[in-house]
């Protein structure tokens, strides 16, 4: 049954002990670049998986974590999943591997290493000498899949705090005449892009090229709820800007900006107050982006909580809210279906 961050999340030296007489296998895409979170192919090697898409064209990917990211929009059109040998270097079958889960090397865009064999006297081997558990394709990809949602909370934690603010601060410094990433189709094209136009600086030192290539393609052109320092939510009396990812906004029919530090109590003031409210923004869950409240998607009665305890999750979109919801319960539903029987079980 077939069924992003910088190289700060580095695969350790000890990955290296056991690869060092193995060199990379010949890329199966055209990119030297991930095509989920852009890291180098080649450094990552061990932990790199493709796909054959039922069109003939080729995507590869540094670690299962990408691949599963990319599984959910892609996984009916996949003709063929491969993964490197951790024994060989060379490209395997994935549904015929052998996968050894937890060992004592790390992992690549996650913190639970998962690592391919061939043959099972190979992953054997590897147990004996790290430590792990031998699993299956179809195992390992639903363990994957499932702690998807936590490993992206972790990777957009470090993102907001360090690798966009660095892109940000790199992009002012050379890239005086601005780009566009509008011109590229994806994220690959942009990095091989500021390779051939950024100054030595960047192209010489992987960390900084990721993090402009990252702030340039996620978060340049995001809209944010940007919270004054000194603002307070109206019904809690919390200061809203030490929760960026939770803030909400309401302007009201005046022009007056009323800060939140959740869903839950900007519905509060709304289901008061609707006559005078102009504008309802949210923050969408996964990416940090301004959205229109009213036309968002929420997550009701999951097993996340907020400053304030339960909440609700907004998402720009329901493809989104319903893989959130896969992973950590409640259901769906519009603005329109909030009231305040929602709001008092919450």
Request: hydrophobic residues 35%; positive net charge.
């Amino acid at each position: 049954m077939v069924h992003r961050i910088l190289g700060i999340l580095a695969i350790p030296l000890l990955l290296f002990a056991f690869t060092k007489s193995v060199t990379h296998p010949k890329l199966i895409s055209d990119s030297r670049w991930c095509d989920i979170c852009g890291m180098n192919l080649p450094k990552f090697f061990k932990t790199n998986h493709a796909v054959v898409l039922k069109d003939g064209s080729k995507k590869e990917y540094c670690s299962l974590h990408c691949f599963a990211q990319d599984y959910r929009k892609i996984g009916e059109k996949v003709e063929r999943i491969l993964v490197v040998d951790g024994a060989t270097g060379e490209w395997i079958e994935a549904p015929q591997a052998f996968y050894v889960v937890g060992s004592d090397v790390e992992g690549t865009m996650s913190p639970v290493s998962k690592i391919a064999f061939k043959s099972r006297e190979e992953a054997e081997k590897f147990v004996r000498e790290h430590g792990g558990e031998i699993m299956d394709f179809d195992e390992v990809l639903k363990i994957a899949l499932k702690s998807l949602e936590r490993e992206n909370e972790r990777i957009m934690r470090k993102k907001r705090l360090k690798i966009y603010p660095m892109g940000k601060m790199l992009y002012k410094r050379y890239c005086k005449e601005g780009v566009d990433k509008g011109q590229f189709h994806s994220l690959s094209e942009l990095k091989e892009y500021l390779l051939r136009t950024c100054p030595p600086e960047i192209r010489e030192n992987g960390k900084r090229l990721q993090a402009l290539a990252l702030y340039i393609w996620e978060a340049k052109d995001r809209k944010r709820v940007e919270v004054p320092k000194e603002a307070k939510c109206p019904i809690c009396g919390m200061f809203v800007a030490k929760y960026p990812r939770w803030a909400a906004l309401i302007v009201t029919s005046d022009g007056e900006k009323l800060y939140f530090d959740g869903v839950k109590d900007m519905m509060k003031y709304y289901l008061r107050h609707r006559d005078r409210v102009r504008e309802v923004i949210v923050t969408d869950y996964y990416s940090g982006e301004a959205i229109d409240g009213k036309r968002a998607y929420y997550v009701l009665g999951s097993d996340l909580y907020g400053p304030m305890g339960k909440e609700l999750i907004p998402f720009k979109r329901e493809r989104e809210a319903r893989e959130f919801m896969r992973d950590h319960g409640g259901r769906v539903i519009r603005f329109d279906e909030i009231d305040g029987k929602v709001i008092e079980k919450l």
